[in-house]
């Protein structure tokens, strides 16, 4: 069965900066797209970014273009979204997704999430 | 858009059959495929449907999609108890990102 765990998150400052970590087993990591999506307390769930299968190919969404940054290393089996300029509003938890194929951006499976929390 | 649209809540009794609705644009679900996503609070939602009406392995069959012009549907056919859940439709956008659906809280009375 799938694995995906994630880590990193905690409680950040506003303003500040933090890197997630979705770590994958049990699939041919580099033959699939992964995804972020998150969930505010109250709230329903947000796609936040997608990234193909190597690498080349990433989408976000426009509440985080410019401040998040996703990547993923092929060699770890790692995916990682890197989360800067954070704001109250970024306090959620973090789910980090694999697709159904190299390049799709939608959610197949998920991981059991991180929770993030922006606060001074 | 920026987001597709559901129904905040529905409800249903064990022998009903209950229908869920998303609708989008032509952009999105006029063009793509909907999946559909079962969460309860506090665990890692599960793909129920994906390609408008597909199942995944381990999925009941009490569960059914489909899609006509820019709207979709989920049907539970004779919802259990354990069906209690948010339930959310999503789908590719033209604008090259991902729309879910605000949710539907799903009450098994």
């Known amino acids: 069965e799938v694995q995906l765990l994630e880590s990193g998150g905690g409680l950040v400052q506003p303003g500040g900066s933090l890197r997630l970590s979705c770590a994958a087993s049990?699939?041919?990591?580099?033959?699939?797209?992964m995804i972020w999506v998150r969930q505010a307390p109250g709230k329903g769930l947000e796609w936040l970014s997608s990234?193909?299968?190597?690498?080349?190919?990433?989408y976000y969404a426009d509440s985080v273009k410019g401040r998040f940054t996703v990547s993923r290393d092929n060699s770890r089996n790692t995916l990682y979204l890197q989360m800067n300029s954070l704001r109250a509003e970024d306090t959620a938890i973090y789910f980090c997704?694999?697709?159904?194929?190299?390049?799709?951006?939608?959610?197949?499976?998920w991981g059991q999430g991180t929770l993030v929390t922006v606060s001074s | 858009q920026s987001m597709l649209t559901q129904p905040p809540s529905a409800s249903a009794t064990p022998g009903q059959r209950v229908t869920i609705s998303c609708s989008g644009s032509?952009?999105?679900?006029?063009?793509?495929?909907v999946y559909w996503y079962q969460h309860l609070p506090g665990t890692a939602p599960k793909l129920l449907i994906y390609?408008?009406?597909q199942r995944p392995s381990g999925v009941p069959d009490r569960f059914s999609g489909s899609k006509s012009g820019t709207s979709a549907s989920l049907a539970i056919s004779g919802p259990q108890s354990e069906d209690e859940a948010d339930y959310y439709c999503?789908?590719?956008?033209?604008?090259?990102?991902?729309?879910f659906g605000g949710g539907t809280k799903l009450t098994v009375l």
């Open positions: 999503a789908a590719w956008d033209g604008s090259q990102k991902v729309l």
């Open positions: 032509s952009s999105n679900i006029g063009t793509y495929t």
């Open positions: 049990r699939f041919t990591f580099s033959s699939y797209a």
């Open positions: 997704c694999k697709s159904k194929d190299f390049g799709d951006s939608l959610p197949q499976w």
């Open positions: 990234i193909n299968g190597d690498g080349g190919v990433t």
């Open positions: 390609s408008n009406n």
